[in-house]
T-cell receptor, first 115, second 110 residues
Framework: NAGVMQNPRHLVRRRGQEARLRCSPM?????VYWYRQLPEEGLKFMVY????????ESGMPKERFSAEFPKEGPSILRIQQVVRGDSAAYFC?????????????FGPGTRLTVL | SQQGEEDPQALSIQEGENATMNCSYK?????LQWYRQNSGRGLVHLIL?????REKHSGRLRVTLDTSKKSSSLLITASRAADTASYFC??????????FGKGTKLTVNP
């Protein structure tokens, strides 16, 4: 059973470009979470999605960031017009159910560098 | 807002010694989880302890939870060089999101 897959593992963008991060949850998991980690910091929640629904986006910046989890295919975290402050590691996690009392399994992360 | 706060921020011990890391949190929780992160890698789930549990074991790991003090501890016994990593506590309250602390960086010297 493959774990949570994220790609790319490393992404370099220039200021103003778009970044698209992909996450494929574990088989059988229909709940996806995105977290961001700044250097030397813990992870901060961004958004929680189920198939075709955003359940909680309380941690997402209001502008430039969006997330989706379509019926088919991976979850996508999209950052438009990236700025240097977006440089961070972005982790995706998945769980089989609503996750309120359930383990979330993390992917290896995408490390975004904005030049 | 940051919920869990681990201490110490950094811990250096010799192989074979025990390592204890603490975590404090502010609001009521459903459960508390500990994760390990090797440098530049993803997170590995270690153990989940529910709010109605006081202690849990998994191999060389022992976790305690004191909800009256809003604190938890992670004990790694007979540490090995391979235990070198950052350790994070994360809490879950009334929603699905995990709220992480800043972590304890553990170094186990051979």
């Amino acid at each position: 059973n493959a774990g949570v897959m994220q790609n790319p593992r490393h992404l370099v963008r220039r200021r103003g470009q778009e970044a698209r991060l992909r996450c494929s949850p574990m088989k059988g998991h229909s709940h996806v979470y995105w977290y961001r980690q700044l250097p030397e910091e813990g992870l901060k929640f961004m958004v929680y999605l189920q198939k075709e629904n955003i359940i909680d986006e309380s941690g997402m910046p209001k502008e430039r960031f969006s997330a989706e989890f379509p019926k088919e295919g991976p979850s996508i975290l999209r950052i438009q017009q990236v700025v240097r402050g977006d440089s961070a590691a972005y982790f995706c996690a998945s769980s089989p159910s609503n996750g309120r009392d359930d383990t979330q399994y993390f992917g290896p992360g995408t490390r975004l560098t904005v030049l | 807002s940051q919920q869990g706060e681990e201490d110490p921020q950094a811990l250096s011990i010799q192989e074979g010694e025990n390592a204890t890391m603490n975590c404090s949190y502010k609001t009521s929780i459903n459960n508390l989880q500990w994760y390990r992160q090797n440098s530049g890698r993803g997170l590995v789930h270690l153990i989940l302890i529910r709010s109605n549990e006081r202690e849990k074991h998994s191999g060389r790991l022992r976790v305690t939870l004191d909800t009256s003090k809003k604190s938890s501890s992670l004990l790694i016994t007979a540490s090995r060089a391979a235990d070198t990593a950052s350790y994070f506590c994360a809490t879950q309250g009334g929603s699905e999101k995990l709220v992480f602390g800043k972590g304890t960086k553990l170094t186990v010297n051979p």
